[in-house]
Each structure stands twice: as structure tokens, then as C-alpha cells.
């Protein structure tokens, strides 16, 4: 449950983000492709267009008519997103579970990063914290979804490899 609840942390901060990792994830056979849609992220144009979403997301939270990540649709957008990848991420026996803890968890670290993305702005400005945030979102989410990608023991993450053929 711990990636699960990773997951959700990440999914606070940007929504579409988790639908990316977990997509390229699903490419590199990180992880099984046991729910409805996944098998698409095997196409690699599926990923590379949740990727290239995820990219919109993190370029037009930049703008200034952005929205906060806290209004109703941002928060309905990420507890979807977060279901899907906290689910993704849980043991098969555990999926719903797995996809509880990350809704509850970015719905919740949704208000801890708007507040805190908030005061930073104040001092550093729009630009300069969405793209410190956009790192830190991105390189997280890669590594709790791809682990052996980050150099990560798959084993010591909570995730045993997918036997591939």
C-alpha cells in the first residue's frame, strides 16, 4: 500500500501525471496491465500521448489563468487519476484498497500542496515553483510507478517483476 499512497501524494500535486508514469510503467513491464484500459499504455503512442497530457498539465499550470488545484473539477480529476494509478500499484488482491488510500491521500495532499505552492509563489514567483514543483512531481511518480527505471530494487519497493511471454 505504500506506492499506493505515494501515488496519491504525487496525484495531489498534478493529476495526469500518475496516468503517465503509470503508462510507461505498463510499457516497460514494470507492472501488469490487469485493469480496464491498461493494456492500451502498451502501445507505446497510448503512453507517449498520456505523457504528452501530462506535459500540457505541467506547462499550463504556469499560466496565470490557471486554476487551482483545488477547485471541484481538479479534485474530481484527481481522485479518478488517483484510483486508477493507486490501483495499478496495490497488490491484485488489494487493488481497491490501493485505489481508497490514494484518492484519500490526494485529495488531502491536494490542500497541503496548494498551500504551500501558495507561500512559495509569494517569494519565488508562478514559473520558477510550478517547475521545481514539475520535477519533483515527475521524478517521484517515475520512481513509485518504475522502480527498476530509478534503480530501484523492485523487490525493496513492495513489487515483485512481472513474468514477461
Known sequence: MLRSFLIGLVTGQRGITPLAVIGIAT??????????????????????????????????DKMKSAPD?????????????????????APRDRRTLGAAVAVGTA???????????MAAMRRYGQTPTGLVEDAI????GMAIANPRLMGIDSQTAGHRRPAIG
Open 69 to 89: 488545484r483545488i477547485v471541484p473539477i481538479g479534485l474530481a480529476v484527481r481522485a479518478m487519476t488517483a484510483a486508477y494509478a493507486g490501483a495499478a500499484l
Open 27 to 60: 510499457l516497460r513491464r514494470e507492472i501488469h496491465a490487469d485493469l480496464p484500459l491498461q493494456n492500451l499504455f502498451l502501445h507505446p503512442v497510448v503512453t507517449a500521448g498520456a505523457t504528452a497530457l501530462a506535459a500540457a498539465e505541467m506547462g499550463g
Open 107 to 117: 485529495l488531502v495532499s491536494s490542500y497541503f500542496g496548494w498551500r504551500l505552492r
Open 137 to 140: 512531481v515527475f521524478a517521484s
